[in-house]
């Protein structure tokens, strides 16, 4: 790629420009009724931490594998404006709307180069692939829940992705081969995120991983036969290292109020006040799921160095009430990796539970190598039985 990538995003992080007021309440409530739901809120299906009982799970049905990005998920809702022009939005898990202001963006149907697709909706995640030229953002799709007004949810996960692909990708593809002048003003480039069978383990860690161009921070195994489901979904499997296995909490500063020592009293600073330059108490917060001021409770100290609490107030960012994504070291203490802004809310009570179950039941690479095996006999063994039904009808 030789040219300046002039439509390309600035962010993956505000990819476009954020909808609001009623616009903001029209467009989910737009998506609420092409689902045929009646919640309004994020529709995506959120997945599960992987534990040892999953080991069990993947030789029990069909499932695929992929890898998990260290990009931003995103749904990808393809509409008409109000003068019948081709819209884009990305819904991030906030359940903001982001229009995508570059008009390039462009899916052609499959046999009218200039029409487009309304009323479709497709899962993915927006991440910066690296190349030799630079940075480049791309869209992996993962799942598609309606194409063209027609429902694919209550179909298999094999079945969704075909119909994605032969309606949506491949005129998309084509078009960008016949016209590549095209590619500079794309705001981002849409590609299907590659599936191997679940027992595919080798082919994930050496092959599929190492090759990647964007950064990775685990897998992900979905069952093919179960239906899209909006929320947590106990059948898409969040599997990563064990030592990369959070949790998004909300973080509480609590400051201590001290008395004035002598040197503050020559200042003329008599009365008790708080030290906001100490380490703090930082209480980590997880969601009960209520409402009002009883929605949260404390879960665990945050444990901070002298060290880490001067970078963090170096910052000049506002703390106190954001959500941060924690690890525990090897002594059990809960340990600051990042800021999570993507992110309005902690953790459910529930999911928390399910990562500490992943903790404490660590699975390693090494057991999921161990388990395909049995996980490949198991599925060829449910192959050869559906053949036979079918030979026998």
């Not at 890898?67 to 884009?88: M, V």
């Not at 993915?124 to 829940?145: A, Q, T």
């Not at 059990?332 to 993507?342: H, N, Q, V």
Request: with cysteine; net charge negative.
């Amino acid at each position: 790629m030789d040219y300046p990538l002039d439509g390309q995003l600035a962010s993956i992080d505000e990819p476009g420009v954020k909808a609001s007021g009623s616009l903001l309440y029209s467009m989910r409530k737009e998506v609420a009724d092409l689902l045929g739901r009646h919640q309004t809120g994020f529709p995506g299906a959120q997945p599960v931490s992987f534990a040892r009982q999953h080991l069990v799970e993947l030789q029990k049905q069909d499932y695929y594998v992929c890898e998990k990005s260290d990009g931003i998920r995103y749904l990808l809702y393809s509409t008409c404006d109000e003068e019948n022009n081709e819209a884009h939005y990305l819904i991030d898990r906030k359940n903001d709307y982001w229009f995508i202001k570059n008009r390039s963006l462009h899916f052609p149907l499959e046999n009218n180069v200039q029409a487009f697709h309304t009323e479709t909706l497709v899962d993915g995640e927006l991440v910066w692939d690296s190349l030799p030229e630079g940075k480049e953002p791309r869209f992996l799709v993962f799942d598609c829940l309606v194409m063209d007004g027609n429902k694919l949810m209550d179909r298999t996960l094999d079945k969704r992705l075909a119909y994605f692909k032969e309606r949506l990708y491949h005129p998309y593809k084509k078009l960008l081969k016949e016209f590549p002048d095209e590619s500079r003003f794309q705001p981002f480039f849409v590609e299907m995120k590659p599936f191997q069978l679940a027992y595919g383990i080798e082919m994930m860690f050496k092959h599929v991983l190492p090759n990647l161009k964007h950064g990775n921070d685990g897998l992900i195994f979905t069952c093919r036969n179960t239906p899209y489901k909006h929320g947590t979904d106990p059948h898409i499997l969040k599997w990563k290292p064990p030592e990369e296995n959070t949790i998004d909490f909300r973080m509480k500063l609590i400051f201590p109020l001290v008395e004035a020592d002598e040197w503050e009293r020559q200042e003329g600073i008599t009365e008790p006040f708080i030290d906001y330059d100490s380490v703090p108490k930082s209480e980590l917060l997880i969601y009960k799921g209520d409402s009002g001021p009883d929605k949260y409770e404390v879960f665990a100290d945050l444990f901070l160095t002298e060290d880490e609490w001067e970078i963090l107030k170096e910052l000049g960012d506002p703390l106190n009430d954001r959500i941060v994504e924690c690890n525990q070291d090897d002594q059990g203490r809960w340990r600051l990796l990042r800021f999570r802004d993507d992110k309005n809310e902690a953790n459910h009570k529930t999911t928390v539970v399910s990562v500490l179950e992943s903790i404490r039941d660590r699975v390693s690479d090494k057991d999921l190598y161990k388990s395909a095996g049995p996980i490949r006999d198991s599925w060829k063994a449910r192959q050869a039985r559906a053949d036979q039904e079918r030979r026998g009808r």
